[in-house]
């Protein structure tokens, strides 16, 4: 089983300050992860995603995120907001093994910017 | 290239009654899957189809029901309305089948809202 969690279902910034969403992940084989962002009336959109091989993963918008397979974690980041990032973001996780490419997904983070 | 359609984008039902939804996929993806959005509730894992047939099911009653057709579009349908069934309703795509690879391709959504 497989499942996900994302600390703080609302964080707030300022513009031009660090966004840091954290995601924590369980999951009883390798996994593979992935942010994606969902903007108001809109469905989702992949930011980013790992699977194998470097664990620092870049994805659009300027965010990136870091696979900790001791921490079990895959925290968001982007050095620096836009007003344009106000969003809800959303963490999920997959199996390796096994046929398709069935999502399990954090129950969201909404990110506000402030002026 | 054309993205995940789905249709209606708004439907309104009573309790009691069926609705349908319609999701048509990436050109050339054989997959489909269903997610319910629920307020507060993140992304639940509904049905998951691939050449036609249902691979996976989420835990959600049997009311809950779709098929995928030859050209890979699919239909979700959801019998005897209840007011918790309101949500968005989103479908994604992916390539078909086989180990898991990663990214889903999401449409809009369908806002169904019971009254």
């Known amino acids: 089983a497989q499942s996900v969690t994302q600390l703080g279902s609302h964080v707030s910034v300022s513009e031009g300050a660090l966004v840091l969403l954290r995601c924590n992940y369980s999951?009883?084989?390798?996994?593979?992860l992935f942010w994606y962002v969902q903007y108001p009336n809109q469905g989702l959109q992949l930011l980013l995603k790992?699977?194998?091989?470097?664990?620092l993963v870049k994805g659009i918008n300027g965010f990136e995120a870091e696979f900790k397979k001791s921490e079990t974690s895959f925290h968001l980041t982007k050095p620096s907001a836009h007003m344009s990032d106000a969003a809800e973001y959303f963490c999920a996780v997959s199996a390796v093994t096994g046929g398709g490419n069935k999502l399990t997904f954090g129950t969201g983070t909404q990110l506000k910017v402030e002026l | 290239e054309a993205g995940v359609t789905q249709s209606p984008t708004h439907l309104i039902k009573t309790r009691g009654q069926q609705a349908t939804l319609r999701c048509s996929p990436i050109?050339?993806?054989?997959?489909v899957y269903w997610y319910q959005q629920a307020l507060g509730l993140g992304l639940q894992f509904l049905l998951w189809?691939?050449?036609?047939?249902?691979?996976n099911r989420g835990n959600f009653p049997p009311r809950f029901s779709g098929r995928q057709f030859p050209n890979y579009s699919s239909e979700l349908n959801v019998n005897a309305l209840e007011l918790e069934d309101s949500a968005l309703y989103l479908c994604?795509?992916?390539?078909?089948?086989?180990?898991?690879?990663?990214?889903?391709?999401f449409g809009e959504g369908s806002r169904l809202t019971v009254l």
């Open positions: 790992y699977t194998t091989g470097a664990t």
């Open positions: 050109s050339g993806h054989t997959s």
């Open positions: 189809y691939d050449e036609g047939e249902e691979r």
């Open positions: 994604a795509s992916s390539l078909g089948g086989g180990p898991n690879t990663g990214e889903l391709f």
């Open positions: 999951s009883s084989v390798p996994p593979y």
